[in-house]
């Protein structure tokens, strides 16, 4: 079992810049590929990004592509988010979640879930 927690949310103007943090315990964590999903008011929970165990293979949401992006760093057990050029659309909860499986696909089961982040985007 992995506990995650995430930090670095907040508030910040359209186009700027913001790193979120996913700090891990437990042993499973090398292990697992990591994901971060968001939620929104009012929306069902996306998929953001996701990270397979050795940091190797990325993947994203076509909303987040190009600005968004994803790293860990297995001797810190720690995965960021790295998000540039902010939107509005961008403003929700973001969840750091470990998979239990080493790489990503569309059908990954998370089994473990962080309390989550407000990120907040001005316009």
């Known amino acids: 079992q992995v506990q995650l927690v995430e930090s670095g949310g907040g508030l910040v103007q359209a186009g700027g810049s913001l790193r979120l943090s996913c700090a891990a315990s437990?042993?499973?964590?090398?292990?697992?590929?990591i994901g971060w999903f968001r939620q929104a008011t009012g929306k069902e929970r996306e998929f953001v990004a996701a990270?397979?165990?050795?940091?190797?293979?990325?993947s994203y949401a076509d909303s987040v592509k190009g600005r968004f992006t994803i790293s860990r760093d297995n001797a810190k057990n720690t995965v960021y988010l790295q998000m540039n050029r902010l939107k509005v659309e961008d403003t929700a909860v973001y969840y750091c979640a470990a998979a239990r499986g080493l790489y990503y696909n569309p059908g990954t089961d998370f089994s473990s879930w962080g309390q989550g982040t407000q990120v907040t985007v001005s316009s």
């Open positions: 990270i397979s165990w050795s940091g190797n293979g990325q």
């Open positions: 437990g042993r499973t964590f090398f292990s697992s590929a």
